[in-house]
């Protein structure tokens, strides 16, 4: 159990890791300005097929890191705003709306804390979006989901895009190797780690670019495992209906472990040869 001292301390010390490593991860982008305001699109169909239809709608991107999957959903005519722990982030993404010419808005904040001041301030949405590595940097689960439910207008939905829990258990080989039962907070090796450059371009629909080399953070971060039953469960207790619940045996653009195999449209599945396993984990839910 994490005190609210404790969590404060921990997403704290996450966001100085995420600032570090934010100006590595967009120098391997190329004009992610140009490729958006050309039509680019940085979602993949999974998300696209659970979030449904957009335009119109107001859209809450807990998360949004810089931005980049904010305005390709508000190139869709959804009404976007964003936000994100990390100054770095917030301030590409502010950036990027504006050399883009596509509109959105971005702030700067704890998720935790804004949803509940956002809740508490009557601020309404009909989409919530998570994608992709966040609620793994999240010490209280349910305490969000219960947030994402206080944001939610009467049908709105939150669709959440994950990659699986079980992922984290496998080594290079597909072998599993950690428990999938963790206690947090699980100290991550080296802080946030330039994922993109070793992503291999597959996070860089825009065009890769060398960028920074061998980066280094000098800043430690801290996750926590959230189980299927976890996330469930959280969204259960906070009144939200399960609508949809996919699994998916690849990741969407992230070389989760060494040898994972390179799949056509910039997706990953387990190594050759190892039998096929979840990978990603796809809910909507729905506040009735
Ligand atoms: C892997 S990135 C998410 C990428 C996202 N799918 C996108 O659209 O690019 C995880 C993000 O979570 C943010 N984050 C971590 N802890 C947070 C917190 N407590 N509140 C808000 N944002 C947080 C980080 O700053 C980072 O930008």
Known sequence: ?????????????NRRSWNAVTPAHNSHKLDQAGFLRRGGSTLFPDELELLGEVAGRRLLHLQCNCGQDSLSLAAL??????????DAAIVTAQALSAESGIAARFERADVLDWLDAAAADGRRFDRVFSSYGTIGWLADLPRWARGVAGVLAEGGELTLMEFHPLCWSFDGEGKVVEPYFI??????????????????GVLSPSGHAPGVEGFVNP???????????????????????????????????CLLFPGMEPLPDRRFGMPKGVPAMPLMLGVVATRR
């Open 77 to 86: 005519g959804a009404d976007v705003l964003g936000v994100d722990i990390s």
């Open 219 to 253: 800043e430690p971060a801290f996750g926590f495992q959230h189980t299927v039953a976890d996330i469930v469960q959280a969204l259960a207790d906070a009144g939200l209906f399960i609508r949809r619940l996919v699994e998916r045996p690849y990741s969407n653009g």
């Open 1 to 13: 159990m994490t005190t609210d001292d404790e969590l404060r301390a921990i997403h704290e010390q």
């Open 183 to 200: 206690e947090g907070p699980i100290p991550e090796r080296g802080g946030v780690n330039d994922y993109v450059a070793r992503s291999e």
